[in-house]
């Protein structure tokens, strides 16, 4: 299999590429605390891994990771990796869990992770993080996530009632890897059918819940003074089409919002070395130029 199949099955379903019970390896300088109950969606607990420096004499910018996988899959176990290298680079980081189709369907996904926003701002003394400086990555359908995150504000709702209510869930900057922007857009059905999960996700065609396409794009909310966002997208993406980045990347110019997209000549939904390294350290960068 090569490093972009890989990828692209990472982006579907990262929790088949995982070791079973597998203990993460823990950095020196390096505290991490798995398995944080952060709220309720339903009647479902969800939790959180975090992990930060052993040693700070001041509150540190927080950045969350968001897995992918369709709405329907993926675990947040995926990214222990990267909270534990953002540790190293002085961030509180954690990864967080969200409900999954078809159990649960839009907005469940969505009230989800602004519940886990609400709660490191609740708890930002507990947890040595900076609650006006908390940013989120996601990849593919936590891109999409991510992107809701930076550009929902409380009156546009869908909070849900997982906790902590008097809480802002709006992030400070976002880095998105390849999601989805305008879910009433056109979708390619191979090598996956993408209009399936996004019907499953939104429990119906474009045509039948056309509210719900509206209120789960990113695009709907985009104003000025919304999180600056970082869009890294493949030009030969099989599954998001870049079509989608190059529309956010409109709408935001149109409303003077900060950020920028850039395109991946020859990639699809993920890729490897030496790009792989190249976007990590851009998102490490775009996050300690908007958060630190």
Known sequence: MTRTAVALVLCLAPSLLLAQNAAPKVPDGVAYEPDIVFGKGGDVELALDIARPEKLDKPAPCVV???????????RKVHTPHVLEFA????????????????????AQVEDVKCAIRYLRANA???????????????????????????????????????HADQSSKVQAVVAFFGPTD???????????????????LSGTREEKPDNYKAASPITYVDKDDAPTLIYHGMKDRLVPFAQAEKMAEVMHQAGMAGRVELMLGADHGWGEPELKRTTEGTAAFFAEHLK
């Open 65 to 75: 990771f968001i897995h992918g996988g369709g709405w329907q899959g993926g675990n």
């Open 88 to 107: 190293k680079r002085g961030f509180v980081s954690a990864t967080i869990q969200y409900r999954l189709v078809p159990k649960a369907v839009f907005p």
């Open 125 to 163: 003394e507990k947890h040595q993080l900076n609650p006006d400086k908390i940013g989120a990555v996601g990849f593919s359908a936590g891109a999409h996530l991510s992107m809701l995150l930076g550009t929902m504000d409380e009156k546009d709702g869908l909070e849900g009632s997982g906790g």
């Open 183 to 201: 879910l009433a857009a056109d979708f390619p059905t191979t090598p996956v059918d993408v209009p399936s999960l996004i019907h499953k996700f």
